[in-house]
């Protein structure tokens, strides 16, 4: 069976009660579609649980905007957009962009899609009527409502996908969107890929 985990936002505790709510096999899959820090709390508890998960399942992380803004952050020095977008929450964490290095080989190793049969999971989105091969991947990590809004952006795929928002899950026969903003005190979602089986668990 195949997981998809949304939007974390370093709210650690309500991960862990997510996984202990998913009816996890060894031989099951897990794929989480970014934004793992910033605006919650525990940003590091959480990079360091999808670390060790990995000992137990095969864990796919996608790269969320989140950890794009950081890595422009500590690798070109371009920070303006990611402190205003939660950093000092991450910062605060990990105790400084110090120790936020040594895990840099975990946010370099993330990608920015990944397909698996008829399901194609990313963190924002895809340009509709793009080709994947022509794909940006600023319109993957940062698209929202021309994305959201269309009909059979990838055709042949139906896009799993966080990012933006939504009180309740959105499945369509052309996409489906699990982030229920957790951070925010809604709620933080899974869904069974097998099925479109969803789980989740309260944040406020």
């Known amino acids: 069976m195949t997981y998809v985990i949304g939007d974390?936002?370093?709210?650690?505790?309500?991960?862990?009660?997510?996984?202990?709510?998913?009816?996890?096999?060894?031989?099951d899959e897990i794929v989480f579609l970014g934004d793992y820090i910033d605006r919650g709390p525990?940003?590091?508890?959480?990079?360091?649980?999808?670390?060790?998960?990995?000992?137990?399942?095969?864990?796919?992380?996608?790269?969320?905007?989140?950890?794009?803004?950081?890595?422009?952050?500590?690798?070109?020095?371009?920070?303006?957009?990611?402190?205003?977008?939660?950093?000092?929450?991450?910062?605060?964490?990990?105790?400084?962009?110090v120790e936020i290095r040594k895990y840099l080989h975990f946010f370099e190793s993330l990608r920015t899609f990944y397909e698996k049969g008829m399901f194609f999971m990313v963190h924002g989105g895809v340009k509709p009527g793009v080709p994947l091969i022509d794909q940006d991947e600023f319109d993957m990590l940062w698209i929202r409502d021309e994305f959201i809004y269309s009909v059979n952006p990838l055709p042949g795929k139906v896009?799993?996908?966080?990012?933006?928002?939504?009180?309740?899950?959105?499945?369509?026969?052309?996409k489906i969107g699990i982030d229920t903003g957790c951070v925010y005190g809604g709620y933080l979602t899974s869904v069974r890929l097998e099925d479109l089986e969803i789980f989740q668990v309260p944040c406020h």
Do not use: Q
């Open 8 to 27: 974390v936002h370093g709210m650690y505790e309500n991960l862990m009660k997510l996984l202990e709510k998913l009816p996890l096999r060894k031989a």
């Open 159 to 174: 896009v799993v996908f966080g990012h933006t928002p939504m009180e309740k899950p959105l499945i369509s026969n052309d």
């Open 42 to 97: 525990n940003s590091k508890e959480v990079v360091n649980l999808l670390m060790n998960l990995s000992n137990d399942h095969k864990v796919t992380p996608l790269k969320g905007n989140h950890e794009d803004m950081m890595l422009k952050c500590l690798k070109l020095g371009d920070c303006l957009t990611w402190h205003f977008n939660g950093a000092d929450a991450t910062l605060r964490s990990f105790g400084g962009t």
